[in-house]
DNA sequence: CATAAAACCTAGCGGAAAACCGGGATATAC
DNA sequence: GTATATCCCGGTTTTCCGCTAGGTTTTATG
């Protein structure tokens, strides 16, 4: 979201600033954008004035994209070896939670999330008013 | 399920015959059911001949029900300290997963993942004959 | 009543994953 | 050429889940 704010300036945002503004430990934050890097969502630049870009633009960006990153699961799927009949429906069942779940995630943007946010603020700001 | 399963018998199942069934162990089963008589889904006799029972029909117990229990997440709610903006509406979005996810589990009950089981089970025979 | 058979309670272990540091190596603006 | 940033990789701490263990209480039965 941080990106996303900064989309405008067109200059890249160092992992400094963002960790000092969300209040996170920089030596982990420079993992997970890493990964975010890997899985070709955001964008680096090396070196002096270097920093981190959104690869696309943030209402290209679903929340499933976000988090299929930062959680790295890897499927331990098709180990069918000794299952019950018991366990295999049950598998199936949660398929079908997981499924929801990204459902909901896909269906909302990095965009998305910064306008809720805004007007959360523009509400807080008229109710001290 | 296994307790499903055995409601027309009526008399009370006994962790050892669950366990071994399902190849769980006995010890770490028992404190599951703990978990789920605690929250009133099953009921259970102690002494000899003693055992588990369904509190309720198979059709009557959401997979909502059971896993609120096992899973047992005491929400940290409330504790909204420093929270940034940001993490204030990544907060609700999560819980608009979770609800998802809920949905889909209180839509299934005991009886229906039973079924299925069943069903599963005549389809692998008849393709074996 | 004595005994055995069951559920009940509480504590703790072990491994794996998540969260978090640290020390360099590498690239780049100036 | 140097300061400034990301990159890479390994180690540490914390937390959680699956699981184990010992002992207590209840109850059917002879």
Same mark, same amino acid.
């Given at each position: 979201? =941080?990106?996303?704010?900064?989309?405008?300036?067109?200059? #890249?945002?160092? +992992?400094?600033? +963002?960790?000092?503004?969300?209040?996170?430990?920089? $030596?982990?934050?420079?993992?997970?954008?890493?990964?975010?890097? $890997?899985?070709?969502? +955001?964008?680096?630049?090396?070196?002096?004035?270097? @920093?981190?870009?959104?690869?696309?633009? #943030?209402?290209?960006?679903?929340?499933?994209?976000?988090?299929?990153? +930062? %959680?790295?699961?890897?499927?331990?799927?098709?180990?069918? @070896?000794?299952?019950?009949?018991?366990?295999?429906?049950?598998? %199936?069942?949660?398929? %079908? =939670?997981?499924?929801?779940?990204? %459902? =909901?995630?896909?269906?909302?943007?990095?965009? &998305?999330?910064?306008?809720?946010? &805004?007007?959360?603020?523009?509400? &807080?700001?008229?109710?001290?008013?």
């Amino acid at each position: 979201m =941080v990106l996303a704010d900064h989309v405008p300036q067109g200059d #890249p945002l160092q +992992i400094r600033q +963002i960790a000092e503004q969300q209040q996170i430990p920089d $030596r982990y934050l420079e993992q997970l954008l890493s990964n975010l890097r $890997r899985a070709g969502l +955001i964008r680096s630049q090396r070196g002096a004035k270097g @920093g981190y870009l959104l690869a696309r633009q #943030p209402w290209q960006i679903t929340l499933l994209d976000v988090m299929t990153c +930062i %959680e790295g699961r890897e499927a331990q799927s098709a180990q069918q @070896g000794e299952h019950s009949l018991e366990r295999l429906v049950v598998r %199936e069942l949660w398929q %079908e =939670v997981n499924q929801a779940a990204s %459902e =909901v995630l896909q269906a909302h943007t990095l965009q &998305d999330l910064c306008d809720r946010r &805004d007007a959360q603020n523009n509400a &807080d700001l008229m109710y001290y008013i």
